[in-house]
């Protein structure tokens, strides 16, 4: 099982936080994204993700192994959704656990973010007014 | 030159009205990009831009060999 | 229905996650608390939990409040297991959604926090070197 | 005398021997918890307890009326 994939169709979270269970592990801590009915102040009606999937699936991996070698965790795993999404669709999910809490909460909160800054995965938002736009936002300390 | 495969995404994708086209090109992923962009009117500058060879990320200077699986990669916004 | 409850048997997380859905939530940040095979180095068989129903339920809706005014939240919950517990069972749930994810992982461990400071619930350990315990643990800042 | 019912817990509870019981007294709560404390052998000292009154936190200087029900509150450890 590979601890970071691309899913084109609707998963089911209950089996990848399964695999996280661990007899020596008291925390788990999960992240889901959401689509939302607004963006930056703009009715949403739903998005299209895509993905460059070898390389995100590649990527969104390394992610993972960094965050073994900087967190106190057991096991973690990440999946984030392309194709289109309605709003209060499940875009992306990250499950972490760990001996302890902060451990289990650092890392998920490192794995989203690094998972929302590095992967090659893009974002087309369908607007209430009608248009539509891919979302190539600056990084912080991007100029 | 050397015939290299170029994969576009996202708003580049749009841009060039495919989502893969094989180019002859001579030197480094810079200057393949400064052309592609001239040919097809892209937006993004390359200093808003990573770039991959063959599925793992490259440097700009780097120079693409023949039938090479080029990628530009626009800012993303995934989560 | 109440955000925070005292069970006194294992509980279902998909209907509780459900309740929190928003379309304006983006984001969705849940913590469980699961039994180890040890605490502070002794290896453990199980556990009981015993809590004081009224006031833990009392108390625990006021953290619930309290983290309404302190986070821009969209909904929270908190689900507390009492009775006999094993090695890999699940002891408490917390689940947020909010429009962002720094509120919803903040509120998610402030929840967590206060609940272990402050709710009326005991813990007794069971060792595999056949002794058991309460625990009755200073809290940070107790002299 | 005062009629109230006292509520244990956790180790309070196993050092009394019963979960409840009722008790005749006068005065606040810390001078209950100090009688009862003489009385079961209870090793929390006043400053590691809090205390409630009918089911809600209440100060050590209160005084308990007629049939309120006190429960002593040991360091508590769930999560």
Known sequence: ?143 | MTAVTVLYFASLRDAAGVDRETVAHDGDLRALYAALRERHGFALPVERLRVAIDGAFARWDDVPGEGAEVAFIPPVSGG
């Open chain 1, 1 to 143: 099982m590979t601890r970071f994939a691309i899913a084109d169709a609707p998963f089911e979270i209950a089996p990848l936080r399964a695999r996280l269970l661990r007899a020596e592990a008291g925390a788990y801590a999960s992240f889901e994204g959401w689509v939302r009915d607004h963006n930056d102040g703009r009715a949403a009606l739903g998005l299209r993700y895509e993905a460059y999937v070898a390389l995100a699936e590649a990527e969104g991996a390394r992610i993972v192994d960094e965050a073994f070698e900087r967190f106190a965790i057991a096991d973690a795993a990440c999946v984030h959704r392309v194709g289109e999404l309605a709003v209060g669709d499940l875009a992306v999910w990250v499950g972490v656990s760990a001996a302890h809490r902060d451990a289990a909460f650092a890392a998920c909160r490192w794995i989203i973010d690094e998972t929302k800054a590095r992967v090659p995965i893009w974002k087309h938002e369908r607007y209430a007014e009608g248009d539509a736009a891919w979302l190539h936002p600056r990084q912080p300390g991007e100029e």
